[in-house]
């Protein structure tokens, strides 16, 4: 099992920044392939990013390319989710995301095993 525990999330205006957070229990964290999923109210869960367990490699969906960037810190057992210049439309419920031994680049929700309660982030006009 793997608890994951989001952080960060807030209201911020339309061009402003936030950074989140997802801290996991697992002493082989180094081994999940990591994501962050959002869903907004009455809309499906989509894929923001991910980074791979094996090259730390990162892949995004083309929303937020350019605007957010995804890191990981091994010894921390933790992610991060940067993300800039943001948009009324960013406004969801932000879920971390853990896929052991996952390849980057499956958008998909499937594959991921654990999931965090997730954080709200509220982008105002």
């Known amino acids: 099992q793997v608890q994951l525990v989001e952080s960060g999330g807030g209201l911020v205006q339309a061009g402003g920044s936030l950074s989140l957070s997802c801290a996991a229990s697992?002493?082989?964290?180094?081994?999940?392939?990591m994501a962050w999923f959002r869903q907004a109210p009455g809309k499906e869960r989509e894929f923001v990013a991910a980074?791979?367990?094996?090259?730390?490699?990162?892949y995004y969906a083309d929303s937020v390319k350019g605007r957010f960037t995804m890191s990981r810190d091994n010894a921390k057992n933790t992610v991060y989710l940067q993300m800039n210049s943001l948009k009324p439309e960013d406004t969801a419920v932000y879920y971390c995301?853990?896929?052991?031994?996952?390849?980057?680049?499956?958008?998909?929700?499937?594959?991921?095993?654990?999931w965090g309660q997730g954080t709200q982030v509220t982008v105002s006009s």
């Open positions: 995301a853990a896929d052991y031994l996952g390849i980057v680049g499956d958008m998909s929700p499937a594959p991921y095993d654990y």
């Open positions: 697992r002493r082989t964290f180094s081994s999940y392939t």
């Open positions: 980074i791979s367990w094996s090259d730390g490699r990162t």
